[in-house]
């Protein structure tokens, strides 16, 4: 049986349930999921599912990632509620491609994971299986195993195999609707001008699960624990000094009243003090000797920043516990005019933090 596997929550249960009632099936998992976006989040979704499959020893596929075929059948669908028509499209044409797969590799059998997905329509997906083996040899399985306290076990496993659990369905519509509904920026479709990995992005939960892979493959205990924050977006931010653009480093938290803020420094200085809307201008030069760094300019600060928990600790040192000034490092700090330029959103999220347990 080819089982069609869109996220790890959900096959690990689905997986296991299969071996129990069909005990002398052969599964082959394959992962075809090019409506997921960005293609961060595809990658981190698939190293999960693949993480599940080693534990169940299930051989997986990994399909490819048709994002631009996908969007295409999108066209006029994009408003679409949750199970709505984009929903149908979405299932017809990825199990279809499953199909494809089981006919070219041999299976007599297809099903999909989205089968245990509480936000996902039966009917449809039964539909979508059905219409996929038209013309084929191929049969399907289609049985809710969510009924009878299926879907608390769902999660209870998940939770206890510390699988990723993502906080939306895949594509990039639905991320759109429930944002919006939800007042939150689209964090998931922005990264960082020097690809540094922000707090609270997909690129940092791809490395906090490359981690839980290596601490189940050493036998390291460990937990994941949920951390509650206010998260922070610089959208653009950029200075000008006698009106031609220089080189700037915008801390972390630091937060703007509007769009453009003109200062006039009369004097040089390696730090100034508070400025208009709580400003704060930092030499390189003073940089350096706070963090006892050695940075040669301002470019190479930016590519490669001091670690989140450093710079907080300074902008603590600087502006006061849980401050939001406005930090801005410059090459120097000569007498003349600066103009800046910057947007920022304020949020409240969520990450996982890895803790290793003491023996």
Known sequence: MLVHICCSVDSHYFLQRLKKELPNEQLVGYF???????YSEYLL???????????????????????????????GLENEPEKGKRCVYCFDFRVKNAAKKAVEIGEKTITTTLLMSPKKDFTQLTNALKNAVLGTQLEIFAVDFRINGGTNEQFKMAKNDKLYHQNYCGCIFGLTKQREAQNLPLTELSSDIFNKT??????ERLELYEKVAEC??????????????????????????NK???????????????????????????MTDTLRDGVIFLSLKRLNFMLKSEYKSVLELCKNPPNFDDELALRAKISGQMSLNPIIVLDDLRAGRYEIFAKNVLFNDSREILRINES
């Open 244 to 270: 031609t653009a220089i080189p700037s480093y915008f801390f972390f938290y630091s937060n703007f009243k509007r769009e453009s803020v003109k200062i006039t420094l009369e004097s040089d200085f390696e």
């Open 32 to 38: 075809y999921d090019p409506n997921i976006h960005p």
């Open 198 to 203: 922000l707090i609270g992005s997909i690129n």
């Open 216 to 241: 189940e493959k050493m036998g390291i205990s460990f937990s994941l624990d949920r951390s509650y924050f206010l998260n922070y977006r610089l959208l653009f931010g950029g200075v000008k000094f």
């Open 45 to 75: 979704r698939f190293n999960d599912v693949k993480r599940s499959c080693d534990k169940l020893k299930i051989p997986l596929i990994m399909g490819e990632y048709d994002y631009e075929a996908w969007l295409g059948g999108t066209k």
